[in-house]
């Protein structure tokens, strides 16, 4: 099949017609609607300052400087001259240069008017008058028309009559001769023209050279082909034997990508069902591990002193309740550690929830402190939290209220020196976020844990963790919980103590 016109002849003809077609218009519309627009853009200036005048004399602001200021303003833009004489014949307000030539005009259009009265209140010049005045709109208030000044010779267009307040007004604008305007302006678009056709020739030129392009291109895409690279594609572009052979080409593409992407994407599902079970067992293996570690000590506890209750070691009652006490706190460990790894299982393998709502972060910080409030009176630990004013957020508050529970045991576990706890939440302005920070005295992370503290079972300092019933998986639940919600966190060294942070959204 052949295609039915050549690209070169196609380009150049729609070219050539468009651009014909477009001048035509042009041409045209100049002619014919270039002085019609002038002169309605003319009537609509000088109503605008009428109007204007009206509204100042009815605001009472016709005598001020800014109204002076103002009037100046639209003269200067539209090129008007103004004058307004009061029922005596005495001038109110003047913007020309001449405002002698003004009043004597304005007179004598008073004069022609009564001569044409009779009695009615018809404000139209008498067509007898030395001044020939061409009317084009007449008003109960006003006349708008056109006349040419007797000296000069000039065409102005010229509106006169009485303001609301029966101020007599002149106004007037020297209009040019829209046919020697229509000519310039078509003697320069032919110029421009003749410049448009020497350059659309060259472009055209350069456009004719530029058609072996996409036969280049095919060459390059039917290379890509051989070597199984199939993301290359023609664009079509009308009808002509680039075209055709393009659309072939790439259909013979799609079905060479087609089965060469069923056989990849059935061997990159069957790679990634092997990482994955590969990533499943180490890390049952790794969890095991820990688990087994965390428990032994519990466990050897609890069937220690188990044992010593059940041979009757002791028979002092108090020493009784001691030994049940102990067995009773290690339980209650073992019980905490495992929710928690419940709660980091769900929160890692993407089951856990997350409920997005808007709520008062200071709030929240001031009840959980109010909780703790016997546990750090007994532990000699200040807490200094944020003022009453309501900072609002959105996050999962549930997971937010636990971050915070977390962060808080953590730092009255290691708060030493001045035994004092700030939680500050700082306002990030150039990322609409705030960051909440935890700090306590004490000494600080080494740098050898800074990067660890994240994992799970993770602890600097082993005894002082299990003293205080600590089991590592606290902060693995803040960065799964951190990350659950798109948040930031981390932790910072001080020269008195550690600030551990987190982030929330303000919108």
């Not at 969890?287 to 209750?309: C, D």
């Not at 700082?426 to 920070?437: A, N």
Request: proline share 2%.
């Amino acid at each position: 099949m052949r295609p039915g016109h050549s690209i070169s002849r196609q380009f150049a003809t729609i070219f050539i017609i468009v651009m014909a077609f477009a001048m035509g218009l042009i041409f045209l519309a100049n002619n014919l609607l270039l002085k019609r627009f002038y002169f309605s853009n003319k009537q609509k200036e000088i109503i605008s300052a009428y109007d204007s005048l009206n509204k100042a004399e009815a605001e009472n602001e016709f005598d001020t400087d800014e109204y002076d200021a103002q009037i100046m303003r639209i003269c200067e833009k539209y090129s008007l001259d103004l004058l307004v004489m009061d029922s005596n014949s005495q001038m109110v307000k003047s913007t020309g240069n001449d405002a002698k030539t003004l009043a004597m005009r304005l007179w004598d259009r008073i004069v022609a008017g009564n001569a044409g009265r009779d009695g009615d209140s018809d404000l139209s010049p008498h067509p007898g008058t030395d001044n020939p005045y061409d009317l084009i709109l007449s008003e109960e208030s006003y006349s708008l028309g056109l006349t040419k000044d007797e000296i000069t010779g000039g065409e102005y267009m010229e509106m006169w009559g009485t303001l609301d307040s029966g101020n007599l007004f002149l106004i007037r604008t020297a209009v040019e001769s829209m046919d020697n305007s229509v000519a310039i302006t078509n003697r320069f678009l032919g110029y421009v023209s003749v410049i448009v056709i020497i350059i659309s020739a060259t472009v055209i030129m350069a456009v004719s050279k530029g058609i072996t392009r996409p036969i280049l291109k095919l060459a390059d895409i039917s290379k890509q082909m051989t070597e199984l690279d199939f993301d290359a594609r023609y664009e079509p572009k009308g009808d002509n034997e680039i075209t055709l052979l393009g659309n072939n080409m790439n259909l013979l593409s799609d079905s060479l990508k087609k089965n060469i992407s069923e056989l990849k994407s059935a061997n990159a599902m069957l790679k990634k069902d092997i990482e994955k079970k590969t990533e499943i067992d180490e890390m049952r293996k790794e969890f095991l591990s820990n688990v087994s570690h965390e428990l032994k000590t519990p466990i050897a506890l609890i069937q220690g002193y188990a044992e010593g209750l059940s041979e009757g070691v002791t028979d002092d009652p108090e020493n009784m309740k001691y030994y049940c006490d102990v067995i009773v706190d290690e339980a209650s460990k073992m019980n905490a550690m495992v929710q928690k790894l419940l709660t980091l299982n769900q929160l890692e393998f993407g089951a856990a929830a997350v409920d997005m709502e808007r709520f008062d972060i200071v709030e929240l910080i001031r009840g959980h402190v109010q909780t703790t409030e016997i546990l750090t009176k007994q532990n000699g630990i200040t807490i200094n939290i944020p003022d009453g004013l309501p900072i609002y957020v959105w996050g999962d508050e549930y997971m937010v209220e636990e971050i915070i529970t977390n962060y808080l045991s953590n730092a009255m576990i290691h708060c030493d020196n001045e035994k004092n706890i700030d939680i500050k939440v700082e306002d990030i302005e150039d990322r609409d976020k705030v960051k909440v920070i935890v700090f306590n005295t004490g000494a600080p992370i080494p740098e050898d844990s800074i990067d660890h503290i994240w994992e799970k079972f993770y602890k600097v300092d082993k005894a002082r963790t299990r003293e205080y019933g600590g089991n590592g998986v606290g902060l693995s639940i803040v960065a799964a919980m951190c990350k659950a919600m798109n948040q930031e966190y981390g932790v910072d060294n001080y020269d008195n103590g550690v600030g551990f942070y987190f982030t929330l959204d303000k919108r």
